[in-house]
């Protein structure tokens, strides 16, 4: 994978439920990125910082940095910001899944990739 480049998308990302509504909506914000729920409603921005992406609350506060280890395949390290303690990692497997697991390397859960996209199983 290639490291955390310049995050200014040219378009906007929509999530939607199975009728069609809008649940999660990623816009581009100058240089960062917001996170919108139903009705435009702000729950987050992230923006680049240094070789990390930081997720800021709707009130602006840090609450999560995103940083990239580098190998063959997608591997996120989820940090607090607050108590800078591993939340989770994030690790892409051979066959396109996605394991989840805490810090101590326990498994949380796995996202099964599918036709559709990702199916998320607990361990």
Not at 32 to 61: C, F, N, Q, W, Y
Request: net charge negative.
């Amino acid at each position: 994978p290639e490291s955390v480049g310049p995050i200014m998308p040219s378009f906007e990302a929509r999530c939607v439920d199975a009728d069609g509504r809008t649940v999660l909506r990623l816009k581009p914000d100058g240089d960062s990125i917001r996170v919108e729920g139903p009705k435009s409603a702000l729950i987050a921005t992230v923006s680049k910082k240094s070789d990390t992406l930081r997720v800021d609350d709707a009130g602006g506060k840090a609450t999560w940095i995103i940083e990239e280890i580098h190998g063959e395949r997608l591997h996120l390290r989820v940090r607090s910001a607050s108590s800078n303690r591993v939340a989770f990692e994030l690790k892409e497997e051979p066959d396109g899944d996605l394991d989840i697991d805490d810090d101590d390397g326990n498994r949380i859960a796995t996202a099964k990739q599918r036709s559709y996209g990702y199916k998320l199983v607990s361990a």
